[in-house]
């Protein structure tokens, strides 16, 4: 079993739909949680950092924790075609584990007009 | 403007050859990582490094090498005994406990 596993698969929404793109992870010891966007052949750029269980909002973004259930999601609102690429979660325990961030195996998103 | 900077953007290997990939960074960042990413397998570390001549392996270094030299540079050599190297690599850096910032990638394939 992956200590990470994102879902759903390969995600087709219209323009502005609400989508939802959640991990469960099975590590108690994660503490920090990550959202990558990684357009096609480019590198991830992070979309959003959460600490806390809780929600964390930042425009039409927000990302979700619940540590005790283990289990992190993004919604993204309104959504639009430059939306279009994978999406990656990652975490890591920070401490000792420094820079060892394990990630989700992605979701391709798709926003079509 | 302050990035990573990965050459080249392609890269093709014969069997039994060593390649070294490049990551160059000017953000002044102390940590650089180097990531493989392979499809629906997300990304998993090969190696780190928090500061100068000091580095560690991650989760899959086998068949892997690194130097650090220099803090802007952060050079992943593929060699011989990585047996299945087609993957698209990537470098990261972060002042704090984990990768933000990340490069444009290689796309590593054999011939």
């Known amino acids: 079993q992956k200590e990470v596993e994102q879902d759903p698969g390969p995600l087709s929404v219209p323009e502005g739909a609400i989508v939802s793109l959640n991990c469960t992870y099975s590590n108690s010891a994660f503490q920090y949680f990550m959202w990558y966007r990684q357009y096609s052949r480019k590198g991830p750029e992070l979309l959003m950092y959460t600490y806390s269980s809780g929600n964390k909002e930042d425009g039409r973004f927000t990302a979700q924790v619940d540590k005790s259930s283990k289990y992190i999601s993004l919604f993204i609102r309104d959504s639009q075609p430059s939306d279009s690429a994978t999406y990656l979660c990652?975490?890591?325990?920070?401490?000792?584990?420094?820079?060892?961030?394990?990630f989700g195996q992605g979701t391709i998103l798709t926003v079509h007009p | 403007d302050g990035g990573i900077t990965q050459s080249p953007k392609y890269l093709f290997r014969k069997e039994g050859q060593n390649v070294t990939l490049s990551c160059e960074q000017n953000l002044n960042h102390d940590a650089m990582y180097w990531y493989r990413q392979d499809p629906g397998q997300g990304l998993r570390l090969i190696y780190y490094s928090q500061i100068v001549n000091d580095f560690q392996k991650g989760d899959i270094a086998e068949g892997y090498s690194v130097s650090r030299e220099k803090k802007e540079s952060f050079p992943l050599t593929v060699t011989s005994a990585q047996k299945n190297p087609t993957a698209f690599y990537l470098c990261?850096?972060?002042?704090?406990?984990?990768?933000?910032?990340f490069g444009a990638g290689t796309r590593l394939s054999v011939l």
């Open positions: 990261a850096s972060s002042s704090g406990q984990y990768a933000r910032d």
């Open positions: 990652a975490m890591t325990a920070g401490g000792t584990s420094y820079g060892k961030l394990t």
